[in-house]
Structures are given as structure tokens and as C-alpha cells.
């Protein structure tokens, strides 16, 4: 059977098949219409070389290359359409603005808002345009917007700079050029933001809730700050404080992508799947749904919310935004064996190391020695030298506590107990101890600090060592009792099992049922102690 000719064969001629201008541009607009964007910023570029000189054909592509976040490629097509139309295409310049909003060149942002509304005053975007100079009020506090050019450039510049410090680690150099940015720019409230964070990453918590503070009264509502409190009151096992602040981001409904991926990370670090899922779905219609981070967040949200199936579809989409990346086949392979349980530390874009998916709880008990390095502690020697010397009633153990009361260099507390133990030897003699360049005088012992001293006593005879740890609860407890009121003391064992409850969830795995067997008391009672501490030492971190 012979095959059939072609019409062209049989007369002889070749008909030629054109590819011009238009036809690649028919074909990127169905790619684009499909959201194949890749394809379609392929078609229109063709399309472009062509007919470069087609303004529809520029601003098509340049809209394309927006949404896959290449904005200075997009804007360079956008200003040769104006060249080649001037105002008759007044849309480039609202098209310009949102691209110069996203590289955080706001002056120019707000140059080209204001001519489109000038040249279009009816025109399709003006809701849309105003909207977005709001948005650069609000995100520029109304300065950085009004900088020239050259100056605003060199502040992103130097912000850059500083970033690229944290990503290298180099964290003191970063600090030095914040702060120098803040000093030169004092409503650059990102600036602020990552000084913050630096200090948190060197575990200077104080100094870091110092900058966020700041921030936020010179610029109430700033989304980035409120999200990075979240995150830092959390870390320090501050539920109380961090879960108001929690519900307030959740009533938060900002418009820009960019406060809307802070909001879905933030949500998603805290291990609230619903709002993270909520705010990471929103990207969908922006340039982050070609950002393998967020698509990798989105994809760990929906299998915290059960939804596998969706899961693995969108670490799927992660593997061909990043082909040679590590993390969504390590996801992926632990999602099929359901041996994935989802934590704060999976939204980040990384492979997790073996100790990350610990319970929430211990993460929160761990960051507690942070908080003890933040705070005055006392040293656990001396403690422990007072405590024996207690059961030392001669000369020479007296000598050696007055002589301690009277250094000025040691803290009140450990002070206090020594002169405690003194009176408890001979409580017809008054103890004078040195505080603030005087001496003060102590009739009597101390109720607080006897019960104490019974409860650390009770601590050492069920088997527990002395450590810093419980050290810094019990000198907590005490502090607790003595400004509350709250007579914490009174039962001896519920109290030392909490203060060892705590301190060995400092240094391992400790549960509330064992403990509270351990020293013969229920979990109820064991439970209500610990959140009483807990509460307390977490007053003002």
C-alpha cells in the first residue's frame, strides 16, 4: 500500500510555514492562560524578536516576567513599551510601580503610580494604584518614599549587604551595619527587624526584644515585628504572651505578598497549619508560586492538615522549581512511609537534622538555658557550699558565712542564705550583711528560706544531683515566694518535685507521671506547681 501524498508533494510546491510575531505570541498567551509561564515567557520572547517593536508584545512579556518575580528584567520592556507608545499604554506605568514596589525602590514606586492616575485618571488600575502607594506609606512610615533616587538605592544596597552578613554567619558585622543604617535611616524599619534577629541568632535575648520594642513604638502595627515577637516569645517558652500576640496576627489581613508570606511563615513556625496553610495558599496568584521555599512550606502545611495526597503533589511542583535540590525528595520519601510528623522546624528549606521534630515542650524547656544565661544566675557552687555548710553548726562554719555576708561582690540572695544558716545556728545573734555600700542588719531567719533549704535538702535525699539547674529553679521558687506572697513552701514535696521536674527537662527526657511516683504525689498536683514556676520565671524575659 503505497502512502498517501501530501497536497504540496503532489503539485510540486513547498507551502511555507510561517512563525512570526504573532504566532508565537498566540502560542505564549495559551501557555499563559494555562499558567505555564515559562512556556509563555519563552513564546513572548520570541514573539519580541520578531516585532520589537510591538508594544502589546513588550507589555505581555514584561507582565509575565513579573510574576515569575524577574521585576528589572520585566521593567526593562516595560520602558521600551512606553517609548514606543508613550502614554497611549499608561498601564506600563502601573505595571512599573508594582515592580519597582517589589524591589523596594518606593520612589520610583510611587513615580510611576501617580502617572498612571495622572495619564488615566478612570482607568482599570486606579483602585489598585492607590492601594499600592498606601502600601508604601505604610511599609516607609512616609520617609524612605520621598528619598532621591540615588540615596534610596544606596540604603537597599546597604541592607543588602548586611543580609548577605547573616547568611554568611558573620553576625557581628552585620550588627555594626544595621546599626549604622538605623543611625543614618531611623524609619527603615527593616533594618530594625534583622538588628532583632542577629541578636536572637547570638542568643542576646534581651537586646533583641529591646530592638523589636523600639520598632514597635515608633511603628505600632509593623507586621515583620509583630511576627518576629511571635516567634521570640515562643522560643523563650513564653506561651501566655506569645499566644495573645497569636491570636492578634490571626485577625491581621494585609494585601501585600510579601506581608503574607511573613504571615504564613510565622504561622507555620508557631504550628498553626491552618493559618500558615491559609496565607502560603494566597501566594498562589504571585511570583512565590515559582519560590520552591514557599511552595515547600505550602506542601508541609497540607500534610499537617491530612491532606497527603496534596502534599505530595506540591513537593512534587518543589522538585521542578529546584531538580537538584535535597529537600523535597527527603520529605517526600517520608511522607509515603507516613513517617513524617510535622513541627515548626520543617517549614524551613532544609533537610532536618535528627533532633529537630522533638515535642514542642521540649524545645520550650530547652530554651530555658538560654533564659538562665540571660538573667543574674548564682553560681552553682557557692550555693551548694552554703546549703552543706548548713549542717555544720561550729565555729569555723560561722566564721565562714559571716565572712561571706560581708562581701559586697556576692549576690543578695546568696547572701540571705548565708545569713539565713547563721540564724538558724544562733538566732540570739543579729547578722550583718554588706548590700549597696551599707551594712544591714538581720534579727531573725527567714521562713521562706528555712522551708527552702528543707526543700533542697528533700531534692539530695530522693537522689537528684545539685546542679545548676535545679539551682536556678529552687533560687526562682524562692524569689516567687518572697514577692508574690504565693507560699509555694508548704508542701515540700510538691514543690521539689516540680523544681526537679524542671531541671531534668533541662538535661533530658523527664514526664510528670514518673516524677510525681518518684516523690509520691499526684500529677495534679505536681502539674499545678510546675505552670506556677514556669509562670513566674517566664515574667519578664
Not at 44 to 67: I, N
Not at 83 to 95: D, K, N, T
Not at 524 to 529: A, D, E, N, P, V
Amino acid at each position: 500500500m503505497h502512502k498517501q501524498k501530501s497536497a504540496s508533494a503532489v503539485s510540486g510546491r513547498v507551502l511555507p510555514f510561517i512563525q512570526d510575531g504573532d504566532y508565537f505570541f498566540e502560542k505564549g498567551i495559551k501557555a499563559y492562560n494555562r499558567r505555564d509561564l515559562y512556556t509563555a515567557k519563552k513564546m513572548f520572547e520570541r514573539a519580541v524578536t520578531f516585532q520589537p517593536e510591538e508594544p502589546s508584545f513588550l507589555c505581555q512579556l514584561a507582565s509575565t516576567l513579573a510574576e515569575i518575580g524577574e521585576y528589572e528584567e520585566s521593567n526593562k520592556h516595560l520602558l521600551s513599551a512606553l517609548e514606543q507608545a508613550g502614554s497611549e499604554l499608561s498601564e506600563c506605568h502601573f505595571f512599573l510601580a508594582n515592580n519597582f514596589a517589589h524591589l523596594g525602590l518606593y520612589s520610583d514606586a510611587e513615580k510611576h503610580a501617580s502617572l498612571y492616575i495622572e495619564y488615566d485618571p478612570d482607568g482599570e488600575f486606579v483602585e489598585d494604584t492607590q492601594e499600592l502607594l498606601d502600601l508604601i506609606s505604610l511599609e516607609t512610615g512616609n520617609k524612605s518614599a520621598n528619598l532621591p533616587l540615588s540615596t534610596e538605592e544606596e540604603l537597599i544596597k546597604l541592607h543588602d549587604e548586611a543580609r548577605q552578613s547573616i547568611e554568611r554567619g558573620d553576625l557581628p558585622l552585620a550588627q555594626q551595619q544595621l546599626r549604622s543604617i538605623i543611625t543614618d535611616h531611623p524609619k527603615f524599619w527593616a533594618a530594625y527587624n534583622n538588628l532583632a534577629l542577629t541578636h536572637f541568632y547570638k542568643s542576646e535575648f534581651d537586646e533583641a526584644m529591646d530592638v523589636l520594642q523600639d520598632v514597635l513604638e515608633k511603628n505600632p502595627g509593623n507586621l515583620n515585628a509583630l511576627c518576629n515577637l511571635a516567634i521570640f516569645l515562643f522560643h523563650l517558652g513564653m506561651d501566655e504572651p506569645g499566644g495573645k500576640l497569636v491570636e492578634r496576627l490571626k485577625t491581621v489581613h494585609p494585601m501585600h505578598p510579601e506581608h503574607r508570606y511573613k504571615l504564613g511563615n510565622t504561622f507555620g513556625l508557631l504550628e498553626e497549619h491552618i493559618y500558615a496553610n491559609k496565607w502560603l495558599q494566597t501566594l498562589k496568584k504571585s511570583s512565590f508560586v515559582y519560590d520552591p521555599v514557599t511552595t515547600h512550606m505550602l506542601a508541609v502545611s497540607h500534610y499537617a492538615l491530612g491532606q497527603k495526597e496534596l502534599s505530595l503533589k506540591t513537593w512534587k511542583k518543589v522538585i521542578e522549581l529546584d531538580p537538584e535540590g535535597h529537600v523535597a525528595p527527603f520529605y517526600m520519601e517520608k511522607a509515603m512511609k507516613d513517617e513524617l510528623t510535622v513541627s515548626g522546624g520543617d517549614y524551613q528549606y532544609r533537610v532536618p537534622s535528627s533532633n529537630q521534630n522533638k515535642p514542642k515542650k521540649d524545645r520550650q524547656m530547652k530554651a530555658m538555658e538560654h533564659i538562665q544565661q540571660v538573667r543574674k544566675g548564682l553560681e552553682k557552687n557557692k550555693i551548694t557550699h552554703l546549703f552543706l555548710l548548713r549542717g555544720n553548726k561550729n565555729e569555723e562554719a560561722y566564721a565562714t558565712l559571716r565572712d561571706f555576708c560581708l562581701r559586697e561582690e556576692e549576690s543578695l540572695l546568696a547572701k540571705e542564705i548565708a545569713a539565713n544558716i547563721m540564724l538558724e545556728h544562733q538566732p540570739e545573734l543579729s547578722i550583718k550583711l554588706a548590700h549597696d555600700g551599707e551594712l544591714v542588719e538581720v534579727g531573725s531567719p527567714s521562713e521562706i528560706i528555712s522551708e527552702a533549704l528543707d526543700v533542697l535538702l528533700f531534692i539530695k535525699e530522693k537522689g537528684s544531683a545539685l546542679d545548676e539547674h535545679v539551682l536556678f529553679y529552687w533560687s526562682e521558687a524562692i524569689k516567687f515566694a518572697e514577692l508574690s506572697g504565693e507560699r509555694i513552701f508548704d508542701n515540700q514535696k510538691a514543690i521539689a518535685a516540680a523544681i526537679d521536674h524542671l531541671a531534668r527537662k533541662q538535661k533530658g527526657r523527664s514526664t510528670q507521671k514518673a516524677v510525681a511516683e518518684h516523690y509520691e504525689i499526684s500529677v495534679s498536683m505536681l502539674s499545678l506547681r510546675i505552670k506556677k514556676l514556669i509562670g513566674w520565671v517566664n515574667r519578664d524575659v
